[in-house]
């Protein structure tokens, strides 16, 4: 069973730019959700995809936005970048959408560095 | 609105030695799942051991197991025989056992753990 891939690992972005990073769930996972860790802290929610919709959202602004493709991969876009963006993004799958039960799987991450 | 607060930054702890870490969460829900993960330099989170609110017994995971005191709000693991794979940064989670629901994280324990 392959478990949760992300990419890029790592990239350097200029302030304004945008950027789309990716997500490979795990094998019959059908959830997904993204996490903004910056540095120091615990990782904070920002979305979540079941079957192709976004179905909860943490307190990030518009410019956070995702998709969810039929395979149940994922990619999390940021618009307009701010240095404050800079941060590991991380990406979690599960099997269903409402049970607190239900075990995330987490990526690596991918480490975001906005200049 | 759920917290998670770890007061501790940083633990060290001799390898085969016994360590303590503590967590304190606020809710107003009944029912609800705590967890510790652990994520070592290579980012990725990785489960350690999960208690649902319900269950009084407390949870063991071989080396780690926690004392859940409910009333108290306080969900500690203890890491006996440490290890030197067991340093990494350790994050306590809470989740809502039903309905919509995310993770959400405390700031992280950074453990030590010299020979």
């Known amino acids: 069973e392959t478990g949760v891939t992300q990419s890029p690992t790592h990239l350097i972005k200029t302030r304004g730019q945008q950027v789309t990073l990716r997500c490979s769930s795990q094998s019959g996972h059908n959830t997904v959700s993204w996490y903004q860790q910056a540095l120091g802290q615990g990782p904070q929610f920002i979305f979540q995809y079941y079957r192709e919709e976004e179905n909860g959202r943490g307190n990030f602004p518009p410019r956070f936005s995702g998709l969810q493709f039929p395979n149940y991969s994922s990619e999390l876009n940021v618009n307009a970048l701010e240095l404050d963006d800079s941060a590991l993004y991380l990406c979690?799958?599960?099997?269903?959408?409402?049970?607190?039960?239900?075990?995330?799987?987490f990526g690596a991450g991918s480490r975001l560095t906005v200049l | 609105a759920q917290t998670v607060t770890q007061s501790q930054p940083e633990m060290s702890v001799q390898e085969a030695e016994t360590v303590t870490l503590s967590c304190t969460y606020d809710t107003s829900e009944s029912d609800y799942y705590l967890f510790w993960y652990k994520q070592p330099p290579s980012r990725q989170m990785i489960l350690v051991i999960r208690q649902e609110a319900y269950k009084q017994q407390n949870a063991t995971e071989n080396r780690f197991s926690v004392n859940f005191q409910k009333a108290a709000k306080s969900f500690s693991l203890k890491i006996s025989d440490s290890q030197l794979g067991d340093a990494a940064m350790y994050f306590c989670?809470?989740?809502?056992?039903?309905?919509?629901?995310?993770?959400?994280f405390g700031k992280g324990t950074m453990l030590l753990v010299s020979p």
């Open positions: 989670a809470y989740r809502k056992a039903s309905g919509y629901s995310t993770l959400t």
């Open positions: 979690a799958s599960s099997q269903g959408r409402f049970s607190g039960a239900n075990v995330l799987t």
